[in-house]
Structures are given as structure tokens and as C-alpha cells.
Nanobody
Framework: VQLQASGGGLVQAGGSLRLSCAAPRSITSVFNMYTIGWYRQAPGTQRELVAAITSHRTTNYADSVKGRFTISRDNSQKKVYLRMSSLEPEDTAVYYC???????WGQGTLVTVSS
């Protein structure tokens, strides 16, 4: 399964962005059953899970983003979103969406936060 992330860009510290994750047609019929996670990888670091949402919309967040990021899903549109607020330069990374646990990685989207 390769999910496609989009919505990244350049933003100043303190700003906001919303990332979107779209499911390929091959899994739209079962997409709602998956737990979906947003992951990020900054240069020189390992990829980390920052937020996840289950099929029942239970959410979990990494401590570093709690209170600033919000994950949500629209099962009718087969999409998952990550609303990022109060962005910090340390949030700069390539963001990916994938199942949790992850399967095949799709293309990520770059988020750059300037100070």
C-alpha cells in the first residue's frame, strides 16, 4: 500500500499547515479499516511516527507534537489529514503517511519551518 502525502511547504515559525494523505484506488474499499499514521524524517535522523488514527478515530501523538498537531480522517473521502500549528524549526522534515505499522512507503511531502 502506497499512500500519497501532500500539502507541505515553507512556513515561518509559529505558522500552520495542513497535510493531506490520499489512498490509492486499490485499497479504497478497505481504507477505513486501517490505522493510518503520519511519520516524519529530518535530515540525519530516523523516521518517526508523530501521529496515528485508528478506524474508530482513536488518536495518538508523539510527545513532541502533542497539543500542536491534530490528526483526523474523512472516511467518505478516503483521506487522512494532519493539521500542524505552532510550527517550530525542529518540525522541518519530510512527512509521510502510511499504515501503522507501516507498509510500503509512498512519496512524502517536505515541510520547512523557518525561524
Amino acid at each position: 500500500v502506497q499512500l500519497q502525502a501532500s500539502g507541505g511547504g515553507l512556513v515561518q515559525a509559529g505558522g500552520s499547515l495542513r497535510l493531506s494523505c490520499a489512498a490509492p484506488r486499490s485499497i479504497t474499499s478497505v481504507f477505513n479499516m486501517y490505522t493510518i499514521g503520519w511519520y516524519r524524517q529530518a535530515p540525519g535522523t530516523q523516521r518517526e511516527l508523530v501521529a496515528a488514527i485508528t478506524s474508530h478515530r482513536t488518536t495518538n501523538y508523539a510527545d513532541s507534537v502533542k497539543g500542536r498537531f491534530t490528526i483526523s480522517r474523512d472516511n467518505s473521502q478516503k483521506k487522512v489529514y494532519l493539521r500542524m500549528s505552532s510550527l517550530e524549526p525542529e518540525d522541518t522534515a519530510v512527512y509521510y503517511c502510511n499504515t501503522d505499522p507501516p507498509s510500503q512507503w509512498g512519496q512524502g511531502t517536505l515541510v520547512t519551518v523557518s525561524s
